[in-house]
């Protein structure tokens, strides 16, 4: 069969802001799983394209396509609707099949919401998606697929949820050659993004990665890794790479064995990861260094030890401190990502976070409003305490208030997101290190971000 993947034409708007190139891993995943039984099989990924409408019109009706796979997130899922609208005009007997994270915890109300959508596969794609494809070729029923929900004439019906790959390395590298590759930049590097892990033992409130992936931690080998770490070089010339995992650093071993063949293979690459504040040993960030990495992200969330007890991080202020200064010694760049809004939150615990970064000072900081995504226990309390301001999901942008925070107005928990970012990046300690660096690109976006931000209030 000949199946198109597509990523909506949407902004992004933390890409948008920071220039961070992305790419679509879920779908290459599924297309590479597709080829491998024989489909004819296309991806676009409309953003990096900077595909408009008429574009993707046109690439629909020049592949004629037998499915069309989406994905989305919660902000861009209208877009989503568009692109289902959009097949149905072009052909109407094409199935359309939509997946994601926020479809994956609202697949009636997907449904219900778009007439155009099909199918809505919950959860991992690769095996429901191949099943999918071989029932539609041989017009078998749908109801022993697992893990989708679809309609049967005027009802919704709901499969069984499929259980997590098992083997991770018994999946095909994702198609990378179906990507725009030349696309991917940073600076004058060649990027790529790579996910080792999936699943995560943790249940912070406003993540809903231990839903979507599963609790329990699965672990791709680390010689599978480097193969496709191998491949990338040698194939694409990445020479810079985004590890995707939720947590990187959770087994020690593992992660300092991807290090050691890193450096064992002489693969001439420059990469970043995510950790938790107590996953990561001064033996660890030393391997990781010296096996070229250069940044890595924790995620800290707040300055208020309450705060954090109330999200359920599971980490403490002296862990974030500790963990900032273990990669600051190894040579490793730091980017915290903090939060601001959480219900409880007030003006005081937000100063002693705009205080607690400082005192951290890692060479970059990222901060969101509070928002509660579909498969969060955020989301589930939100809606038990009518906390929600809207179920428009284009404004779960993580940039603009969707939820109330009692005790801070709205409008003014816009103003404190400006003054947090203006208040790490303008500092003259910041500014002077940029401009001893030379570099003061930091700082210009900086500015266009909060004046950005200003302007779309208005």
Not at 2 to 7: A, E, H, K, V, W
Not at 186 to 202: E, M, Y
Not at 259 to 277: E, Y
Request: hydrophobic letters at 40%; aromatic letters at 8%; a positive charge.
């Amino acid at each position: 069969m000949r199946i198109l993947f597509i990523l909506p034409p949407s902004k992004f708007a933390i890409k948008d802001t920071v220039g961070i190139p992305g790419m679509p891993l879920g779908l290459a995943y599924l297309a590479s799983v597709l080829d491998e039984e024989g489909h004819e099989v296309k991806i676009i990924d409309a953003p990096t394209l900077n595909y408009d409408w008429e574009n993707l019109r046109k690439e629909i009706k020049g592949f004629k396509p037998d499915i069309v796979g989406i994905t989305s997130t919660t902000s861009t899922i209208y877009d989503a609707y568009k692109v289902a609208k959009l097949v149905k005009e072009y052909n109407s007997k094409i199935k359309v099949v939509i997946g994601g994270s926020h479809v994956s915890f609202t697949p009636e109300e997907t449904l219900k919401e778009c007439s155009s959508i099909d199918i809505v596969v919950r959860g991992e794609g690769e095996e429901a998606m191949k099943e999918l494809a071989n029932s539609f070729e041989m017009g078998l029923p749908l109801e022993e697929i697992r893990g989708i929900t679809f309609r049967d004439d005027e009802k919704i019906l709901q499969t069984e949820n499929r259980p997590f790959i098992e083997n991770l390395d018994e999946l095909p590298f994702p198609a990378y050659s179906l990507l725009p590759m030349d696309k991917y930049r940073v600076g004058k590097k060649q990027f790529a993004n790579i996910i080792t892990s999936r699943g995560c033992p943790f249940s912070c409130i406003f993540c809903s990665s231990s839903q979507l992936c599963g609790k329990r931690w699965r672990a791709r080998s680390p010689e599978n890794v480097i193969k496709e770490l191998e491949m990338l070089e040698e194939e694409y010339n990445i020479q810079e790479v985004e590890v995707l995992d939720d947590t990187f650093t959770l087994n020690n071993k593992r992660a300092e064995k991807i290090c050691d063949l890193i450096i064992k293979k002489g693969l001439d690459i420059s990469w970043s990861a995510s950790s938790r504040v107590n996953t990561i040993t001064q033996q660890l960030a030393y391997k990781m260094r010296s096996a070229g990495c250069h940044i890595l992200y924790f995620g800290i969330e707040s300055g208020s030890q309450k705060i954090l007890n109330i999200i359920q991080k599971g980490i403490t202020l002296s862990q974030s401190e500790k963990a900032v200064q273990i990669a600051k010694r190894a040579g490793i760049n730091t980017l915290g990502t903090f939060i601001i809004g959480i219900p409880g939150e007030t003006k005081e615990t937000i100063k002693k976070t705009i205080k607690f970064v400082k005192k951290l000072n890692p060479a970059l900081a990222q901060f969101t409003i509070c928002t509660p995504y579909p498969g969060t226990k955020l989301f589930k309390i939100a809606k038990e305490k009518h906390l929600l301001l809207t179920k428009d999901w284009s404004k779960y942008t993580i940039l603009h208030p969707v939820m109330k925070t009692p005790g801070i107005v709205s409008k003014k928990l816009r103003r404190w997101l400006i003054r947090v970012y203006l208040s790490f990046y303008l500092r003259p300690r910041f500014i002077m290190k940029q401009i001893k660096k030379r570099d003061l690109f930091i700082v210009k976006k900086a500015f266009k971000a909060a004046l950005n931000y200003l302007k779309g209030q208005r």
